[in-house]
């Protein structure tokens, strides 16, 4: 099977940065795309950034300019380099993949256990 590690989150102050890691492992033969979203209390999950192979990042506009994401691809993993963080990035942060299985001519789609990540004074 294929899991999702997920590191990083923790508390951090208005301003603050901080990086999440997510390193995707098991019967892997390709990930097409790998990325982050995140949900707050009360609030639906929402794409933060996402990277397919050979392209660009792609993120959503309240994140822009501030989160960076990046892929090592030798080690199926994504780090996601969060600076100048505000209050309402206070969310549990999931990481995401959609990848093809060993034996499978199929897409999967695979989420990670979520990591709390809270900007508080």
């Known amino acids: 099977q294929v899991q999702l590690v997920e590191s990083g989150g923790g508390l951090v102050q208005p301003g603050g940065s901080l990086r999440l890691s997510c390193a995707a492992s098991?019967?892997?033969?390709?990930?097409?795309?790998m990325g982050w979203y995140r949900q707050a209390p009360g609030k639906q999950r929402e794409l933060v950034a996402t990277i397919r192979s050979g392209a660009s990042a792609n993120y959503a506009d309240s994140v822009k300019g501030r989160f960076t994401l990046s892929r090592d691809n030798a080690k199926n993993t994504v780090y996601l380099q969060m600076n100048s963080l505000k209050a309402e990035g206070t969310a549990v942060y999931y990481c995401?993949?959609?990848?093809?299985?060993?034996?499978?001519?199929?897409?999967?789609?695979?989420w990670g256990q979520g990591t709390q990540v809270t900007v508080s004074s």
């Open positions: 995401n993949a959609l990848l093809y299985r060993l034996g499978s001519s199929s897409e999967y789609q695979y």
């Open positions: 098991g019967s892997i033969v390709s990930i097409n795309r």
